[in-house]
Each structure stands twice: as C-alpha cells, then as structure tokens.
Nanobody
C-alpha cells in the first residue's frame, strides 16, 4: 500500500517562503503524474501545480512565477517551493500522485497525502 506523507507547512509572514515535501512509500514502479492541491476554509479543493513524468508542468494562474513543483526521482519525493507568499495562499495543501505499483501493472492508481496546513499571516 502506498502512502504519501507531507511536511513543511507552517506559519509564515506575507512575502515569505516555504518548501513543502511529500514522501511516497510503498510499492511504486513508476509515477506518471504528480500534483499539489489546496483547500482554503469554505472553499473547494483546487489544483495548485502538477507535473508529468515527461517534465510538463502546469500551475494555477494565481501562483505562476511564485511556486515551483519538482521531484526527487530517486527518493520518490515531491516538492512545492512557495515564494512571495500571500494571505490568500493560506490553505491545507495536499499532494497526490498517479502511479503504477508494479512493472506488470496495466493501469494507474492514485493516492493522496493527509495534508499540511500553510498559514500566511502577519
């Protein structure tokens, strides 16, 4: 069974930076796609950034130029570097991956992390 464990959230002042990490463990043969989502109080969960194994990335407009998604392939760890943080970035951030568990797997599975809280406030 695959688990994702997020870390790196916390309280930061506007204009500050945080780096979120998401470590995947369990049976993973390959990761096809990965993403970071967030859910602010009273709002729906939204995609923040996503990346494919081929290197394509996509960001929601509000974080373009400020956030960067990356991955350590050897460690199966996903990162989200967040710079120039704003109060409106306050949310619980979730990572998600789409993966093949074994080399003979014919399809993909998805798994979510438990979330890490990011609070941007002075």
């Amino acid at each position: 069974q695959v688990q994702l464990v997020e870390s790196g959230g916390g309280l930061v002042q506007p204009g500050g930076s945080l780096r979120l990490s998401c470590a995947a463990s369990g049976s993973i043969f390959s990761i096809n796609a990965m993403g970071w989502y967030r859910q602010a109080p009273g709002k729906e969960r939204e995609l923040v950034a996503a990346a494919t194994s081929g290197g394509s990335t996509v960001y929601t407009d509000s974080v373009k130029g400020r956030f960067t998604i990356s991955r350590d392939v050897a460690k199966n760890t996903l990162f989200l570097q967040m710079n120039s943080l704003k109060p409106e970035d306050t949310a619980v951030y979730y990572c998600q991956i789409r993966y093949r568990p074994y080399f003979y797997s014919t399809g993909y599975l998805e798994v979510w992390g438990q979330g890490t809280l990011v609070t941007v406030s002075s």
